[in-house]
């Protein structure tokens, strides 16, 4: 293990490099020796080091105690304090600052090590346990976040359902035949939006559990984007055109067989899927998608490309983490894990994914896909 660093608080110089030389003898490393609060915090900030052996009796206004307090607000590190005092008033002004370890002038070193381990030990325990405290504590947020946005998203659709059932049975005789339509249409798009909502879910568990896995297999680009964008294209409340670029695509060789990129195609589907409906959620009605793609070598590249409404910059370090939607969504029903998931599926390909927007302007996903293997099939 490496040595543990350690910063030297003492206004008196004889006693601070004794201390030093003992602390080197053992193994330690120490980063510097400070005779005042202010050279003590600016070590501190300077070299983090992993423990502080402070004085109480300081050269200036501002004494060991006070020192010590601030360095355990400000940085967390463990204090030891080294001093002749132990009259009940400084015992009780030190225990305020929950130290690591008091240790009395004159002191053997044996005691100054055996006191410094167990310091570095019990903050190393501490930490621990505040990180697993504060793990559980981010599940626990996520688990009720997840709980609240899933609900919510799946009111409105059931409403929908609910309404539009009611009028069939209630007035259906007397509704026509373009009304029936219009409200079978709406029951449809809810129980797909049930329906997206419920596959979110599940894969959102899946990967959580390590149950996401990437099997690829060779795979018709062009007619897989051709067939993807129909399915998007009836599956969207809104109309909307999407247009299809390729180039550089495996093909027909002259022995009419075809060349096939190994590409993970469930995978695939949910990272085009969540990217080409949010072009459209997020574009006015009649605004063209574009989604280009090329090959090379190495890889597969997708390029989808919306003029909607943009990203804020302040949200864009945010955006694969679960949950997080952008500050200008405003009304638009979403959960914030659609983006999540795509990241996912993009890290399970061993590929990157990018994206550039501006408010108002729109937005351009770039998904990069590594192609470790061709496959070989004849017609």
Known sequence: ?????????????????????????????VVAIATCAAEALENVAQFQPDLVLMDIRLRGE??????????????????????????????????ITEPFGYILKPFEDRD??????????????????????DKEREIYELKSRFVSIVSHEFRNPLNVILFSTELLERYGDQLTAAKKTTYLQRIQ??????????????????????????????????QFCRDLI??????QVKPCTIEFK????????????????????????HILTNL?????????????????????????????????????????????????????????PGTGLGLSIVK????????????ASKVGKGTIFTVTLPLNNVSITFK
């Open 1 to 29: 293990m490496p040595a543990a660093h350690i910063l030297i608080v003492e206004d008196e110089s004889i006693i601070a490099l004794d201390i030093q030389s003992s602390l080197i003898n053992a193994g330690y490393e």
């Open 62 to 95: 501002i004494d060991g105690v006070k020192t010590a307090e601030e360095i355990r607000q400000n940085f967390h590190i463990p204090v030891v304090y080294l001093t002749a005092h132990a009259d009940e008033n400084t015992l009780d002004r030190v225990k």
């Open 112 to 133: 100054l090590i055996t006191t410094i381990e167990i310091a570095l030990s019990r903050h190393k325990a501490e930490a621990a346990i505040q990180s697993s405290l």
């Open 189 to 222: 798009l809810s129980v797909r939006r049930m329906n997206q909502l419920l596959n979110e879910v599940l894969l959102v568990g899946e990967t959580e559990a390590g149950k996401l896995q990437y099997k690829p297999k060779p795979l018709d680009l062009i």
């Open 230 to 235: 129909e399915e998007i294209k009836l599956s």
């Open 246 to 269: 390729y180039k550089d695509i495996p093909i027909n060789s002259s022995q009419n067989d075809i060349q096939y990129p190994y590409l993970d195609e469930k995978l695939l589907q």
């Open 276 to 332: 080409l409906s949010n072009a459209v959620k997020y574009s006015p009605q009649g605004e063209s998608i574009l989604i280009d793609l090329t090959c090379d070598q190495e890889n597969a590249i997708f390029r989808i490309q919306d003029h909607g409404i943009g990203i804020p910059a302040s949200d864009q370090a945010q955006l694969f983490n679960s949950f997080h939607r952008a500050s200008n969504v405003h009304s638009i």
């Open 344 to 355: 996912q599926c993009v890290d399970l390909h061993g590929g990157k994914i990018e994206v």
